[in-house]
């Protein structure tokens, strides 16, 4: 059974890079695409942006200048750094699985529990 | 972008009786790229439907999703005691992708 697990920091200052790491167990990063998602406390879901196992990407465009995903397909992990940081980036994190069969996008079918992510100094 | 309204915002039910939530896109979602996910305090969102009316693996069959263009709907055909949670809706037919703010599902 697949798992996805994000590790990074807790604790951002304002003005500095959030960086996070989503390591996948249990399965293959190949023939997905891999999404970074957050959700704001009390607010409902955001998607910053995803990427193919083969590296290519799709950001939002409200983000688009902050973001980075990229992965590595010989550890299994795909990465998030947002830039510039801002309390307005303070929210839960979550990494996620997305399945396309046959060029019909099934969704966002495995989440990671999320990690929490406070910009403060 | 595509903003996705749900309706209503919280519903207040009895275990046994028949849930209906709506979700409203601004603009008609491609492909019926439109999803729901339940999400229960402190968990992680979990997939129910896909492309509109799909249920996900392991999805009981109580649970079923309708629509296409701009109108979607969740239906809940017999609540049981683990359905009472928040319920989003997600459009991922056009990017970026984007989410409803969620209904509550409460026991009555």
């Known amino acids: 059974q697949v798992q996805l697990q994000e590790s990074g920091p807790g604790l951002v200052k304002p003005s500095e890079t959030l960086s996070l790491t989503c390591t996948v167990s249990?399965?293959?990063?190949?023939?997905?695409?891999w999404s970074w998602i957050r959700q704001p406390p009390g607010e409902g879901f955001e998607w910053i942006g995803y990427?193919?196992?083969?590296?290519?990407?799709n950001y939002n465009p409200s983000l688009k200048s902050r973001v980075t995903i990229s992965v590595d397909t010989s550890k299994n992990q795909f990465s998030l750094k947002l830039s510039f940081v801002t309390a307005a980036d303070t929210a839960v994190y979550y990494c996620?699985?997305?399945?396309?069969?046959?060029?019909?996008?099934?969704?966002?079918?495995?989440w990671g529990h999320g990690t929490t992510v406070t910009v403060s100094s | 972008e595509n903003v996705l309204t749900q309706s209503p915002g919280t519903l207040s039910l009895s275990p046994g009786e028949r849930a209906t939530l709506s979700c409203r896109a601004s603009?008609?979602?491609?492909?019926?790229?439109l999803a729901w996910y339940q999400q229960k305090p402190g968990q992680a969102p979990r997939l129910l439907i896909y492309?509109?009316?799909s249920r996900a693996t392991g999805i009981p069959d109580r649970f079923s999703g309708s629509g296409s263009g701009t109108d979607f709907t969740l239906t809940i055909s017999r609540l049981e005691p683990e359905d009472f949670a928040v319920y989003h809706c997600?459009?991922?037919?056009?990017?970026?992708?984007?989410f409803g703010q969620g209904t509550k599902l409460e026991i009555k």
């Open positions: 996620v699985r997305g399945t396309v069969v046959r060029g019909d996008n099934l969704g966002m079918d495995v």
């Open positions: 249990g399965g293959s990063i190949s023939t997905y695409y």
């Open positions: 990427i193919f196992y083969s590296g290519s990407t």
């Open positions: 603009q008609s979602v491609s492909s019926r790229y």
């Open positions: 492309g509109a009316s």
């Open positions: 997600q459009q991922y037919g056009s990017s970026p992708y984007t």
